[in-house]
């Protein structure tokens, strides 16, 4: 097998966050293309037609207009963002500007890597010939079973399984400088149906990985919309549990919603985390916002389960790579001082 068994996450050098916050520029920034998307998985928030009725927003994509202004407005930080995620909570490949948009991104000069997640569903030549050349770093593949009848019962939808096996296969040896990761929910599969996923994909892939699925959506029950078992051994990349007060993600990274609506967090799936607008504020008004800055806080003062959404996460506990709980009261001295001597300037 040429692939490494190996999550997405990357571990390896990561930053010492407690080191560099407050960030003048974020790290990371989920673009969603799409909020819609053209499966319904049990395991996620938009495979139930309950919880999208009762949603207050409209699914949709990404005006190219409006990402346009998103990469305008980058040239307003100081640095270049680390990382551009073009995912959220809906399948990206359905806007079908995502190539341009990629490109665009690319030739900027203000986004240093770009990846996404993809079902694959809607995998072709054509459109992987676009999104490869268009300078996307980094292809992340997330599939739903190893047979059509899987998918049927998971992500209630008929796939050609085949057929998207043989895209994979197309799409792997025409990367270029792209990388490729798939990764599989292990709670749906037996040990042959693993085997079986290691010998479909193992040679086609740079990375493999079967995941646990994980209760990472606020206000969503996994374990009962999906039909699984939470097991407390390890988190989704079976990593070591940690209980923790603070939320890494809100000091590095925010998420840009497809009607421009800027969340705190990727797990805010029913936008009720909003701290900015895209449509009427720039990306840094929005990072250096008074919501933002009062939700850091918060977490900082040790009282984020007062936030019923933050309450509800397990991303932090289930997802989450770092930890800066023990170095709250320097952090909470060091934000405070930014903050005010901002509102100085003002």
Known sequence: MKAKVKSKLNLEGRVALQDVIPLSTP????????SACNFSCQFCPTGHRDLLK??????????????????????????PLKVMRMNKIGEPLLNKKLPA??????????????????????FSPDLLTRLVAAGLD??????EGISQEQYAKHAKVEVDFEQLVENIRWLYAHRGDC???IKIPGNYLTADDKTRFFDLFGNYCDRIFVEELAPIWPEFDVEKRAGVDMQERTGQYRQSLEEKDVCTYIFYAMAVNADGTVSACCPDWDQKLIVGDLNRESLREIWNSPALHDLRLQHLRGTRRDNPLCKACGHIKYAQADNIDAYKPFLLEKISGQYARMAERE
């Not at 990402?67 to 100081?78: S, T, W």
């Not at 990629?102 to 809607?122: C, E, P």
């Open 101 to 122: 948009m990629i490109s665009l991104a690319k030739a900027s000069g203000r986004v240093r890597y770009i990846d996404l997640a993809t079902n694959a569903a809607l």
């Open 138 to 143: 980094r292809m992340n593949v997330s599939l």
């Open 54 to 79: 009762a949603s207050e927003y409209t699914r949709s994509v990404m005006k190219f207009e409006l990402f346009e202004k998103l990469i305008r407005d980058l040239e307003m930080f100081g640095e």
């Open 27 to 34: 790290f990371l920034l989920y673009v969603d293309p799409s």
């Open 179 to 181: 990388e490729v990761t």
